[in-house]
């Protein structure tokens, strides 16, 4: 048994040597954190400036309304309905002048299941052609993710619902 304790006591002053010496040379370096914000800046670069305000839609009604800015108006309300819909989801990009929103993968209630979204508006004419929307579906079989089939019932069902309310809204701004 002296030999095993002996051993021990080896070890363990070696350890504390080694992390005394450790902590000696790391206490003499000097690090100055990084003040360059490297996702930001390829953002910028892109021309991708996520800044997503989490305010009702009414209030950027009445921000875009203000000093007589209809014209924004018409030009941004798909895309600001769009966005107010697919808000609840993680957004990986928003592109204002683009009119595209790419959604991360979300779940709701079954931990099973997930959905993604990419949305482009391509004008403000309000009808059909002028948003296309892809739904990606996912469902885990308990080892790993496996695409579903998407419906296109209700890609349509969101698509019209995103149209409609655009609609309404512009109507609103119209009358006032």
């Known amino acids: 048994m002296p030999k095993k304790l002996s051993k021990n006591n080896n070890l363990a002053t070696f350890a504390v040597v080694f992390i005394s010496l450790v902590f000696v040379s790391c206490s003499n ?13 390829s953002m910028d670069a892109k021309g991708n400036t996520l800044q997503v305000d989490s305010i009702p839609i009414t209030e950027r009604l009445a921000k875009m309304l203000g000093d007589d800015l209809n014209l924004e108006l018409k030009n941004g309300i798909t895309f600001e309905v769009a966005l107010s ?7 990986l990009s928003v592109d204002r002048a683009g009119g595209i929103i790419i959604t991360d993968w979300y779940s709701s209630s079954s931990a099973d299941e997930r959905v993604k ?4 508006i391509k004008d403000e004419m309000m009808n059909d052609e002028s948003i ?9 079989d308990g080892t ?9 019932e209700t890609v349509n069902k969101i698509k019209n619902l995103i149209l409609e309310k655009a609609k309404r809204l512009q109507a609103t701004a119209e009358l006032s």
């Open 29 to 41: 370096l000097d690090v100055v954190p990084n003040k360059t914000d490297w996702y930001g800046e």
């Open 85 to 91: 819909q697919f808000s609840i989801m993680p957004l």
């Open 117 to 120: 979204f990419n949305i482009i």
């Open 132 to 140: 296309n929307i892809n739904m990606f579906k996912e469902t885990f």
């Open 144 to 152: 790993s993710w496996r695409q579903s089939k998407v419906h296109n």
